[in-house]
């Protein structure tokens, strides 16, 4: 069997040091918004270079919390449009909705996966606002792009940068090309927790005191709150092992380009087409995502050879019950994309020999 990702062979890397982390927050009696966390707030921010770094709950919040942050201070209010991409996750959308404002879905770029920056720019009205930029399957979205279109129409800009710890264009790593960029650490991410965690950061001063008000009650002192707010923590067990695997990101992320690489290199196939990346640095390769016609004989031919393969994602945002009624347009790259991607085994530890025998398989199909 070859497994989509294997957790336990993943943590079993840095179990050792896992383990004494974890018996030193059992040991300090402290479980909740110590040390840890503090120091992990600050590595995390070292790490993408940004000024602030806020422990949140999970990704989820991440950005859900920083949207509530922008409406409490006056930048946005409900019903204002916010543009997001089509075929994003769906948490990318809910943290939109949450907060009663409007998601405007538009089409991705077919190369990259990530939104177009030419669809945006047609997608703004005197309504819009923000821009949630997902940097999907772990790829950058074209920052520099956004930004610029951001910057002319005073649009302000939240990552989604979930599934993307460091990658980044030019040195400049996602958490520090918009205004604010939200992180999940859900154990499958790159960087993963033993459990639910997230992380918003950004150089915004007032936006980092709000976030954390929000996150605590709506207080940043006990028993005073200025907010109605949520409680949204990131414990000291879980910060502990993010403190951990923080120290070897760079390793999983070099792991992970050099088995993307030979993917790149040996699947060749007419019937299937592998990724683009704009930039290599840009790409961190949270998931190797692979396009054909054929995607559904084609994950049920790898299946019957026991390669896991999983479709991100199987029912884009605006065919979901949840959003019936929503969206009135069509997004027929959204669909076309849906209908065709499939997500091949790829972590740290997947094996090389393990990459050689997919792409061989992947090689041998055909439709009779
Ligand atoms: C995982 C993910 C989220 C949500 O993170 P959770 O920690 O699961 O709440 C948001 N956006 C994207 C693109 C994701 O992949």
New binding site residues.
Partial sequence: MINFLDLKKLNAQYADELKAACANVIDSGWYIGGKELACFEQEFAIYCDAKHCIGVA????A?SLTLRAWIEMGRLSPGDEVLVPAN??I??ILAITENNLVPVLVEPDEATFNISPAYLKEAITKKTKAIVA?H?YGQLADMPAIMDIAGEERLLVLE?S??AHGAGIGGRKAGNWGDASGF???PG?NLGALG?A?AVTTNDDELATVIRALGNYGGIKKYENTYRGVNSRLDEIQAAMLRVKLRFIEQEITARRELAGIYSVEINNDLISTPSVAHPEAHVWHLYVIRSKYRNQLQEYLNSYDIQTIIHYPIPAHRQLAYKGQFSDSYPLTDLIQDQVLSIPLSSVTTKQEIHTVARYLNDFSIA
């Fill in positions: 999970n990704g989820l919040d950005l994003t996750y948490a990318s997902v999907l989604d979930a599934q999940s650490f859900y991410k639910d997230g």
